[in-house]
């Protein structure tokens, strides 16, 4: 089983946190839409013997494109791979493009998973963030779209400077209450060049604190769990049978075919990306070339790869993947290597007692503990394996 992953690089305006690639020009939107069913149609041989479980329309700002655009897209996508019986369709979407009318026309595509970025239901938060829906827009596109879409799952930002434990308990509180059975929720981060970055450096922003993002992190643990979600990755939490098909794939190592500019796609074996400009991503493939990079994965880059998922996720590091794929002596250096961080209660191996390596048998899986979930990232760079 494989997912494609479609990127459309167009916004409204940018968030000033995002470093994601996009443009805020829609004045080749048309060719780009070409270039993306061109590129669709060249890669069709990458997953000839593969059936697609997973379609994901990401961005940018994929609400953006028109129903027939999209569906243009998804009909290309059927004619040129082998698609599973109800596959999982997934649009990102900004609360100011989803008016009830257009909520209902997508309610009649074979869209059938809606990914929302609220980010806040607060004003202040909103505007702070230069988003381009407010507070009013982001709740009542939920109260419609709740009704007709299942499988819905929004976009919360924690560790917002200033933001109390109160109003960060009110944000999930109101998720909670319009029976939205996924969330997604990230701490705020200063990535370099972006707005954000500027304006922290001119002392006109405060400054990302950790300590808060690790107290909201916390409630926000805590309180999925007490309405009944499952923390099956470090930012993804989601009501038993609503897990995301598609960003679990990318956590459980399978294949997956990423469309569009900076769009990246992955076999098992190599990792390939394309270029991160519109422009040249569209003369490129109107010359039938494909405009993309290729790194062969080394077997530590593998190996550090599954590292870093397993330790995000609700399902860990199984030692019996470690030993078949990369070998005894990769499992022994692993062992020996989170030794320290089951001393320090961050990581524990399941299917045994004790709190040493010693014992770890085949069947065994190292998790972090609820005290290391936030901390996870980190722990898994420490134990990578250097080329």
Known sequence: MSGIYIHIPFCKQACYYCDFHFSTSLKKKDELINALIKEIQL??????????????????????????????????VYKNYKIIDAPEITLEANPDDLSNKRINELANTPINRLSIGIQSFFEDDLKSMNRAHNAIEAKQCLNEATKHFDNITIDLIYGIPNMSLKKWNENLQMAFDLGINHISSYALTVEEKTALDNFIKKGTYPPVDEVLASQHFDHLVKRTQEEGFIHYEISNFGKPNYFSKHNTSYWQGKTYLGIGPSAHSFNGKQRSWNIANNTKY?????QNKLPSEIEILTKNDRYNEYIMTGLRTIWGISLNKIDTEFGEAYKEKLLLSVQKFIDKELVVISNKSDKSHK????????????????LADGIASDLFILN
């Not at 990401?58 to 028109?66: E, F, M, R």
């Not at 014992?359 to 936030?374: D, E, L, V």
Request: avoid cysteine.
């Open 359 to 374: 014992y770890a048998n085949s069947n065994s899986f190292i998790k972090t503990t609820q005290k290391g979930k936030f």
């Open 282 to 286: 569209i003369k490129s493939l109107e």
């Open 43 to 76: 890669r069709k041989d990458e997953l000839l013997n593969q059936t697609v479980e997973t379609i994901y329309f990401g961005g940018g700002t994929p609400s953006i494109l028109s129903n027939a655009e999209l569906q243009l897209i998804i009909d290309e």
